[in-house]
């Protein structure tokens, strides 16, 4: 399990790196939604997105005959891009491998910075092909199974702890689960009293379902949201949400959808899906717990186009008068 010490220690060595995100208060969600609610302003982090963290961290772990090797990573968009960003400022060879349905902004994103794209018909394809490049010799930075990138994510939730007034629920969307393991970790040790709930979407139901099962199990995945769609978790963050975190919440594609139109509309923030699901989760939450709850949301990414939501906005209908 990952402490509250190895946290503090990716803050140190990420500090010169990555930006201390906002974490403010939402006069508008809080309208929306009616409970005070403070939202962590991933989606302002370099390069769009939490996953710089993770990427930072165990990139400056690296010795000098891994950084000669290069590294390979799997991503469904924005992993791919924090570690070709953090590869090129560290001038190591970086090989990303994708699925075609991930975001098209990513791929260029990713070469921009000099890595090298590979890509794959299916997610599932994607972690096969990163396995045979793994070992081939390059050093794989995995998206969640890896204890230095759930502690560099883990950073979001000390500066939470730190930066946030009162909150009483936390919500923090899952993918294949390196940021919510990280956020959990820190907060059940800086605010213990919290209660902290998973998002995910139907069709990336990797989590929910290797909770069910009681340990992970592989899924099919038919989400739109592919920044959240891991074909498995990791035994590591597994682990920790068992433990750690009270429940994890699944909200249809739509929902997700209509909940970046309601961040755009009522906070002036342009999210992804993968944050736009706190929302309809965040209604959920409040539904349970009745009067009194402050909520804190993970803002986690922003890295969609106005083509991207404008396209799953006309898919479920939700295209609003002007």
């Not at 989590?207 to 990791?234: E, K, Y």
């Not at 433990?243 to 342009?270: N, R």
Request: with cysteine; charged share 20%.
């Amino acid at each position: 399990m990952i402490g509250i010490s190895d946290i503090e220690a990716a803050a140190d060595v990420i500090a010169a790196h990555v930006i201390r995100t906002p974490t403010v208060p939402s006069p508008g969600l809080t309208a929306l939604l009616g409970a005070p609610v403070t939202a962590k302003l991933e989606l302002l982090q370099r390069t769009g997105s939490f996953k710089s963290r993770g990427a930072t961290a165990k990139l400056l772990s690296l010795s000098g005959a891994e950084r000669a090797a290069g590294v390979v990573a799997v991503s469904g968009g924005n992993h791919g891009i924090a570690v070709a960003h953090m590869a090129g400022a560290l001038h190591v060879k970086a090989t990303i491998v994708m699925p075609r349905s991930a975001p098209a902004r990513a791929v260029r994103i990713a070469e921009a910075a000099g890595a090298s794209v590979r890509l794959t018909d299916t997610m599932d394809g994607a972690f096969e092909l990163v396995g045979r490049l793994r070992d081939e010799g390059l050093t794989l930075v995995h998206p969640f199974d890896d204890p230095l990138v759930v502690a560099g994510q883990g950073t979001v939730g000390l500066e939470l702890a730190e930066d946030a007034g009162e909150l009483t629920d936390v919500l923090v969307s899952i993918g294949g689960g390196g940021l919510i393991a990280g956020v959990a970790a820190a907060l059940r040790a800086r605010r213990p009293g919290l209660r902290i709930w998973g998002v995910e979407t139907e069709g990336a139901e990797a989590m929910s379902r290797a909770l069910a099962a009681g340990g992970p199990v592989p899924v099919a995945l038919s989400s739109v949201v592919s920044t959240l769609s891991a074909p498995a978790v990791s035994e590591l963050t597994y682990a920790h949400v068992s433990a750690l975190v009270d429940e994890v919440l699944v909200v249809p594609d739509g929902e997700a959808v209509a909940g970046t139109l309601d961040f755009a509309e009522h906070a002036k923030l342009w999210t992804e899906p993968a944050a736009g699901c706190l929302l309809p989760a965040a209604r959920r939450v409040l539904e349970r717990v009745g009067e009194g709850a402050k909520l804190g949301l993970v803002v986690c990414g922003g890295n969609a186009t106005t083509g991207d939501v404008l396209g799953w906005a006309e898919r479920f209908g939700l295209r609003r008068p002007s």
